[in-house]
C-alpha cells in the first residue's frame, strides 16, 4: 500500500507540484509539460486579453482528431457507400449520432475561433516584438496566417466527405472558384477533383488529404506556432512588463509578475479545454448535422452554395463578374485571385509594415494603431457583410430576396 | 510533509478558483453525457417496438410475440438494394410478417401485409424488401427520415395515405406505389393490382401520346421526350411561371403564378402538381403548347401524372423486370444500335382467371354483328356511294391511329384543322397521300405547305397502311355529309 501510493505520487506530482522546486522542476520532469513555460505572467494568464482563443481553437483540434480517428472507423470512402455509411452513424451506430455531430460542429467552430484569435491577435498589435530582440512574432503571426489556411482546407475537404447533395454542389462551387482562375484554372481544378468532374476520384483525394495530409501539416504547424509562442518570450502582452520596468528603472523579480506554468497555467488550459468540449457538446445536443439526399451529379440544387466560410469569395465572384449586353468580364481573377491573393498577401506582411511604437505591444486598440485597426476592422466588416449577405440574402439563381421571402422550391411529390 | 519542512519554499496558488472551476464544468459534461447516453438508449423506434409488443400480446398471444425478434431489423438483399443499404422499416413495422394481426382493430402500422391476388408471393418480403414499392429513404430509424418527409428536394417518398390525401385521392387504399411497380412492369399492361398504371396505359395508347412524344424510345418529336419524365429534376418544372387560364377557346394570363395556383387548390408545391395542372389544360401552364386538351377527368389526370412519374431509369437487376427484353430493347435502341420501334406492351391480362377474356371475346363478336347488320343496311339504301362498312372500320382507326389528338369532324378545329367536309374541299389522292406521307406532303404541297405555316404545327407519320388510309377516307366521307 506505502508503495502504491509512493508511485501515484511519482505519477501525478508534476501536475500538483506542492512547492516552487516542485513547479519549477514540474516542466522539465515531464515529458507532456516540455511545451509549456516554467512561468507565465499573470496578464498572461487573464481571461479578458486573450480571451484564450488559441487555446479554444487547439482544443478543437484535440477533439477532431479524436471524433475524427473514431469516424474513420465507420466511414466508407466510396460514392456508392460513402452516403449510406453516414445513414448508418446517424441511425445504426452506438453514439454514431453524437460523434458525427461532435466532429461537425467542433469543425465549424475551429474555422470561426482561428478567425477569432486572428482577429484578437491584430487589434492588441500582438505581432509586434516590442523590443524584445529575441523574438520573431510576425513570423509566428505569418505561421498562423498559413494555420488559418490549412484550417479552412481541412474544413472544406471535410464537407465532401458526406457525399450528400449539400456536400456535392458546395464542393463542385468551391471547386468551379478554383477553375475562374485564369490560365491555371483548369489544371487546378483537374488537380483538386482528379478529374473533370467531382467523382469517386475526387472523394479518395477529400479523404486522404482529410485525414492524414492537412491534419500532420497542421499538426506541425500548430506546434511550431506554440513553441514560437515560448521562445518569443510569451504572450506579447508579457512586453509590457519589462518595458514599464525599464521605464521606472526597477529591475525585475519573477514573483511580482509571473507565476508558476504547473499548475496555474496547465489547470486554466485544462479548464478552457472543457469548456469547449461542453460547448461542443451542447451544440450537438441541441442541433443535428444536416444530411441532405444523396448526392446526385445530376440534379443541381438553386442555388448551390458554398460553405459558409467560403461565401464571401463565392459572393466576391459574382459581384465582380460584369455582365454587359457585348462581353463578360468573368469575377475569377478579380474575385477569385486578386483580391483574396492581396488580402493574404497583405495579412502575411502586415507587421512588418505596421510602424507602430513598441508601446503598442499586447495592447487592445492602442491609439497609435488606429489607422491599422480600422483598416483591418472595415475589411473583417465586408468579409462578414459578404458572407451574411451570401447565406440570407441570395435565392435561386443568386438573386436578391428577403430571407423569408424566397420562392418555394417545388419538391417531387 | 514536504510542505512542512520548507514553509519558505511554498508558493501562493493565486489561481486556485480554476479547480473549482474544472468541477463545476466536470459536473456539466457529466450531466450532457448523461443524457447523451440516455438518448442513444432510447431511440424513437423503441416506442413503436414497445406499442407493438402490447397490441400483438392482446391479439395473438404472448407466446406467438415472443418469438419476434426485437431489437434493430432489416431486410437486405445485396443483389437488389446493393452492398450499404438496408429496408429497416420492418423495425417498427413488426407485423408485416406475422400472420394473424389483419384487421381494423391493428394500426396500420403494425398490421399484416396484405396479400391481393398473391402479390407476396411473387414478390416476396425478404427478397424484395419494403422501399421499392412503398418508396422511402433505406437505412433510417426516424419516422421522418425514413418517410423521407425531410428537407425541400427528397426524391423518394413514402407513398403514404396523407400524401394521397394531399393530392385529393378518392382512395381508402394506397394506389400512390403503383408508381413503383412500372419501374419493373413498364412494359405490361393490364397488370392485376395496377389499376390506376393501367388506366393511364390505356389512354395512353388511346391517345397516341407517341404521335407527338417519344416515349419508350421511340415517336414523334413534336413534344418533349418522355422515356424518362420520372427523372427529370424539379427544377426543370418552373413553378413561379405566369399560369393562364382559358377564355373564348385562348390562353389569358390570370395574374397569379403556378405556384398560386398550387396553393389555392391546396396542392403541394411538386412536380407532381405541376402535371396534374398540366392534365388538366396544357396551355394553362405553357400558352404556346400545342398539345391538346383531352378533357381527361379526375382519376385519368391523377393517373396519368403517376404514369409520368414512373417513368424513371433504374439500375434494376434484370431478372427482377418483368419483360427484360424489353428493357433491353429500349436500351439498344438509345445506344442507336437498333433502329426505334414501337415497343408493343404485353397483357398480363391473359393470365388472370379466363372468364375475362371470355366475356371481351362475345363482345366483340356480338358488336362484329351489329356492324355487319347496320352495314347490310346501309348497302341497301347505298347512299352516296359510301361504304359504311369501311367506314366504320375508318372511325375506329380515326380513334386508335391518333388522328383525334389533333382533329375532329365537326367539332371545331384543335391543333389541325376540322375534318367535316374535308373530302369536298380536297380530292381523294390529296387526303390519302396526307394521311400516308405527310412529311413529303409539308415540304413539296403549296396546300400542305400553307397549312403547315397555318397551324404551325407539322403533322406526324402514324404509320397508316394504304388500306387503313383508305378506311379512314371512307369515314371522312361518310361523316362529311
Known amino acids: 500500500m506505502q508503495k502504491l501510493s509512493e508511485w501515484w505520487r511519482k505519477l501525478t506530482w508534476t501536475f500538483a507540484p506542492s512547492n516552487k522546486v516542485e513547479a519549477t522542476k514540474a516542466v522539465t520532469r515531464n515529458f507532456i509539460l516540455h511545451w509549456f513555460p516554467a512561468r507565465v505572467t499573470f496578464r498572461s494568464m487573464s481571461w479578458s486579453y486573450s480571451w484564450w482563443l488559441g487555446t479554444v481553437s487547439f482544443s478543437l483540434f484535440l477533439i477532431l482528431t479524436i471524433t475524427g480517428i473514431v469516424l474513420m472507423f465507420l466511414y466508407i470512402p466510396s460514392v456508392e457507400r460513402a452516403y449510406w455509411t453516414i445513414k448508418d452513424l446517424e441511425h445504426a451506430v452506438s453514439f454514431g449520432w453524437f460523434l458525427r455531430n461532435m466532429h461537425r460542429w467542433a469543425a465549424h467552430l475551429m474555422v470561426f475561433f482561428v478567425t477569432l484569435h486572428m482577429v484578437r491577435v491584430f487589434f492588441t498589435g500582438a505581432f509586434k516584438n516590442g523590443g524584445n530582440p529575441e523574438a520573431s512574432r510576425p513570423l509566428n503571426w505569418a505561421v498562423g496566417m498559413f494555420l488559418l489556411l490549412f484550417t479552412l482546407l481541412l474544413s472544406y475537404t471535410g464537407y465532401l466527405l458526406p457525399w450528400d447533395q449539400l456536400a456535392l454542389w458546395a464542393i463542385t462551387i468551391g471547386a468551379n472558384i478554383a477553375k475562374s482562375v485564369p490560365l491555371i484554372g483548369n489544371y487546378l481544378h483537374f488537380l483538386l477533383a482528379g478529374g473533370s468532374q467531382i467523382d469517386q476520384n475526387t472523394l479518395i483525394r477529400f479523404y486522404a488529404l482529410h485525414v492524414i495530409v492537412l491534419p500532420a501539416i497542421v499538426l506541425l504547424l500548430v506546434s511550431y506556432h506554440m513553441w514560437r509562442v515560448r521562445r518569443d518570450g510569451g504572450l506579447a502582452v508579457s512586453e509590457q512588463y519589462k518595458m514599464q520596468a525599464k521605464k521606472e528603472g526597477k529591475r525585475l523579480v519573477p514573483d511580482d509578475y509571473t507565476t508558476f506554468a504547473v499548475p496555474a497555467l496547465i489547470r486554466r488550459a485544462f479548464l478552457v479545454f472543457l469548456i469547449s468540449l461542453g460547448a461542443v457538446m451542447l451544440l450537438s445536443l441541441i442541433s443535428n448535422a444536416p444530411l441532405e439526399e444523396p448526392a446526385d451529379p445530376s440534379w443541381t440544387p438553386n442555388p448551390a452554395k458554398a460553405p459558409w466560410y467560403f461565401l464571401w469569395l463565392q459572393e466576391l465572384l459574382a459581384i465582380t463578374t460584369i455582365r454587359t449586353p457585348w462581353f463578360t468580364i468573368n469575377g475569377g481573377f478579380v474575385g477569385g485571385i486578386v483580391i483574396p491573393g492581396i488580402l493574404f498577401l497583405w495579412g502575411l506582411i502586415v507587421p512588418f509594415i505596421d510602424k507602430s511604437p513598441d508601446e503598442a505591444t499586447g495592447v487592445w486598440f492602442h491609439p497609435s494603431r488606429r489607422l491599422q485597426n480600422w483598416t483591418f476592422a472595415i475589411i473583417m466588416l465586408i468579409l462578414a457583410f459578404l458572407t451574411i449577405f451570401a447565406m440570407y440574402f441570395r435565392g435561386p439563381s443568386w438573386n436578391i430576396y428577403w430571407p423569408w421571402a424566397w420562392p418555394p422550391v417545388p419538391h417531387l411529390f | ?481
Open chain 2, 1 to 481: 510533509m514536504a510542505e512542512n519542512k520548507k514553509p519558505a519554499n511554498v508558493f501562493e496558488d493565486k489561481y486556485w478558483k480554476d479547480s473549482i472551476l474544472i468541477y463545476i464544468v466536470g459536473i456539466v459534461l457529466a450531466i450532457f453525457t448523461g443524457i447523451v447516453i440516455y438518448r442513444t438508449a432510447n431511440p424513437e423506434w423503441k416506442k413503436y417496438q414497445k406499442e407493438f409488443v402490447k397490441i400483438a400480446e392482446k391479439k395473438i398471444g404472448k407466446e406467438k410475440v415472443a418469438k419476434i425478434d426485437l431489437g434493430i431489423r432489416q431486410i437486405w438483399n445485396k443483389e437488389l438494394m446493393g452492398p450499404n443499404t438496408a429496408d429497416r422499416c420492418v423495425t417498427c413495422h413488426l407485423g408485416v410478417d406475422v400472420p394473424g394481426l389483419e384487421g381494423d382493430d391493428v394500426p396500420v402500422v403494425f398490421r399484416t401485409h396484405p396479400n391481393p391476388d398473391g402479390l407476396l408471393d411473387k414478390h416476396p418480403l425478404n427478397k424484395f424488401g419494403c422501399t421499392i414499392c412503398h418508396g422511402g429513404l433505406p437505412n433510417s430509424l426516424t419516422v421522418k427520415e425514413a418517410h423521407a418527409e425531410h428537407g425541400v428536394r427528397w426524391l423518394y417518398p413514402t407513398y403514404t395515405r396523407e400524401l394521397q390525401k394531399k393530392y385529393k385521392f378518392d382512395e381508402d387504399r394506397l394506389v400512390m406505389l403503383q408508381i413503383n411497380c412500372n419501374y419493373c412492369h413498364r412494359f405490361d399492361k393490364d397488370v392485376p393490382g395496377m389499376d390506376y398504371i393501367n388506366l393511364a396505359k390505356d389512354l395512353m395508347i388511346e391517345k397516341n401520346c407517341q404521335s407527338c412524344h417519344i416515349i419508350d424510345g421511340y415517336g414523334g418529336n413534336i413534344g418533349p421526350n418522355l422515356t424518362y419524365e420520372g427523372d427529370k429534376s424539379h427544377e426543370m418544372f418552373d413553378i413561379h411561371a405566369p399560369y393562364y387560364v382559358i377564355k373564348d377557346g385562348k390562353p389569358v394570363e390570370s395574374g397569379h403564378t403556378i405556384a398560386e395556383e398550387m396553393k389555392r387548390r391546396g396542392l403541394p408545391y411538386s412536380v407532381f402538381s405541376w402535371h396534374i395542372l398540366h392534365f388538366e389544360e396544357p396551355r394553362s401552364i405553357t400558352p404556346t403548347s400545342t398539345m391538346p386538351n383531352h378533357g381527361f377527368s379526375k382519376d385519368e389526370i391523377l393517373a396519368m401524372t403517376m404514369l409520368m412519374m414512373s417513368w424513371r431509369k433504374l439500375d434494376i437487376p434484370s431478372h427482377y423486370l418483368s419483360n427484360p427484353g424489353k428493357y433491353q430493347l429500349l436500351r439498344l435502341m438509345e445506344e442507336g444500335r437498333v433502329k426505334p420501334q414501337k415497343i408493343e406492351y404485353v397483357s398480363m391480362a391473359a393470365t388472370a382467371p379466363e372468364t375475362t377474356s371470355k366475356v371481351e371475346g362475345q363482345a366483340e363478336t356480338a358488336e362484329e354483328v351489329q356492324v355487319e347488320e347496320k352495314a347490310e343496311k346501309s348497302a341497301a339504301a347505298s347512299s352516296g356511294g359510301v361504304d359504311l362498312k369501311l367506314a366504320e372500320k375508318g372511325k375506329e382507326l380515326f380513334g386508335t391511329r391518333g388522328c383525334t389528338a389533333c382533329h375532329t369532324v365537326g367539332g371545331g378545329k384543335l391543333v389541325g384543322p376540322d375534318l367535316k367536309g374535308v373530302t369536298e374541299r380536297r380530292d381523294k389522292q390529296w387526303i390519302i397521300n396526307m394521311i400516308l406521307k405527310p412529311d413529303s406532303m409539308q415540304q413539296n404541297d403549296p396546300i400542305a405547305k400553307k397549312l403547315l405555316e397555318e397551324y404551325n404545327v407539322p403533322m406526324p407519320n402514324q404509320g397508316v397502311t394504304p388500306e387503313e388510309a383508305e378506311a379512314i377516307y371512307e369515314y371522312l366521307k361518310s361523316a362529311s355529309k
